[in-house]
């Protein structure tokens, strides 16, 4: 995996580019925000992120997704259950990821930020190849944009809590930190 400067992209990565995306006001990627996502809730490989962060997620094939159904909504990266990574908006864009956020009483946080969606729920464990992907992507970003410190990294319930709650109690940000302060560690 290789972040192309130039284009925002991610090379060695699944490309499924949303529509659900607009221009940065000021170019700055300081944030990286911490999602969690499964559709329909708690099953996973079903594709259906996918489709619901390219618009054309049918609403009839689950009760779940009529609910969803007039939102438009992705993030840059999602990481399945078995660590592949999917790459929907070039981190040069802005992804429609955070809503109504704020980090350290700066509000719009996706003006700033890059989101990446884990396939998960709050109280399933992640799994081993997860953590990889998600610790290698991460020091692929924090290379390319070195305003990603550790204290720049947070979950989507840190920028909106009260109304969101993801990654969840079940991401273990110890074991994520920890990897991350020791670059050398496969984790």
């Excluded at 990481?79 to 992804?95: N, P």
């Excluded at 920028?159 to 920890?178: V, Y």
């Amino acid at each position: 995996m290789q972040l192309d400067l130039a284009s925002g992209w991610c090379q060695g990565v699944c490309h499924c580019p949303s529509p659900n995306f607009n221009t940065r006001p000021d170019g700055e990627i300081s944030l990286l925000v911490i999602h969690n996502i499964s559709l329909p809730p708690g099953q996973f490989g079903t594709g259906k992120v996918q489709e619901f962060f390219q618009n054309t997620l049918d609403a009839t094939e689950h009760p779940y997704f009529e609910g969803i159904r007039e939102l438009t909504v992705s993030a840059h990266f999602l990481i399945e259950r078995d660590g592949k990574i999917t790459q929907f908006v070039s981190c040069l864009d802005r992804a429609w990821h955070a809503g109504v956020s704020r980090f350290e009483g700066r509000e719009t946080c996706n003006d700033f930020s890059l989101g990446i969606e884990l396939e998960g729920t709050d109280e399933l464990p992640f799994s081993d190849a997860q953590y990889q992907a998600l610790i290698a992507l991460t020091r692929q970003l924090q290379a390319a944009y070195p305003a990603l410190t550790q204290h720049r990294i947070c979950g989507h319930s840190d920028i909106a809590p009260g109304r969101k709650t993801d990654p969840g109690p079940a991401f273990d940000w110890m074991r994520f930190r920890d990897a991350l302060h020791h670059t050398g560690d496969k984790q």
